[in-house]
Antibody, heavy 117, light 107 residues
Framework: EVQLLESGGGLVQPGESLTLSCAAS????????MAWVRQAPGKGLEWVSI???????FYAESVKGRFTISRDNSKNTVSLQMNSLRAEDSAIYYC???????????WGQGALVTVSS | DIQMTQSPSSLSASIGDRVTITCRAS??????LAWYQQRPGKVPNLLIF???TLPSGVPSRFSGSGSGTDFTLTISSLQPEDVGTYYC?????????FGQGTKVEIK
């Protein structure tokens, strides 16, 4: 059974940094691209970042230059380093596993990030 | 970037009704289109990929069609557990853009 468990969420002040982690199990981690998707309170889904099994990464324009996605295939984890956080980054951040052509088949339960002074 | 536009933004229908949600891409995306269901307070769930393929476990009352720029999600007979918000998403290339969502309620 595929399981994705996010951790690292919390309350931070604007301008601060936070790192989210997602622990994966139930599949061969290195075979799959992994993504982060966020959802601000009462809003829709927003793709944030994606990393291939080999480490190639893409970012949404809204986070480019501030967020860094990484993965450790030996530990079955994917991380999202978030710097220079803004109030508009406040959201539930979901970790997702892709399939084949990079649609998001499996989702974690989410980690809440609140950026507020 | 390719924009994804869903319509309607919300709808209210009766149990057993046929419900149709459309998604339009601003440029062609072949069949690289997924649909997700998000029940209230829950995690998004993959409903359809490759525009028309249902993953294992998704009820057969859900169906998808379309290619290029115009896509449709159909619920053949609306059930109480179908209440939630539905999102389309393109995945042919970066960015992996979602539509704005369609909220489905029971009349």
């Amino acid at each position: 059974e595929v399981q994705l468990l996010e951790s690292g969420g919390g309350l931070v002040q604007p301008g601060e940094s936070l790192t989210l982690s997602c622990a994966a199990s139930g599949f061969t981690f290195s075979f799959y691209a992994m993504a982060w998707v966020r959802q601000a309170p009462g809003k829709g889904l927003e793709w944030v970042s994606i990393i291939s099994g080999g480490g190639g990464a893409f970012y949404a324009e809204s986070v480019k230059g501030r967020f860094t996605i990484s993965r450790d295939n030996s530990k079955n984890t994917v991380s999202l380093q978030m710097n220079s956080l803004r109030a508009e980054d406040s959201a539930i951040y979901y970790c997702a596993r892709t399939d084949a052509h990079y649609y998001f088949h499996y989702w974690g339960q989410g980690a809440l990030v609140t950026v507020s002074s | 970037d390719i924009q994804m536009t869903q319509s309607p933004s919300s709808l209210s229908a009766s149990i057993g009704d046929r419900v149709t949600i459309t998604c339009r891409a601003s440029q062609g995306i072949s069949s690289f289109l997924a649909w997700y269901q998000q029940r209230p307070g829950k995690v998004p769930n993959l409903l359809i990929f490759e525009a028309s393929t249902l993953p294992s476990g998704v009820p057969s009352r859900f169906s998808g069609s379309g290619s290029g720029t115009d896509f449709t999600l159909t619920i053949s007979s609306l059930q109480p557990e179908d209440v939630g918000t539905y999102y389309c998403q393109k995945y042919n290339s970066a960015p992996w853009t979602f539509g704005q969502g369609t909220k489905v309620e029971i009349k």
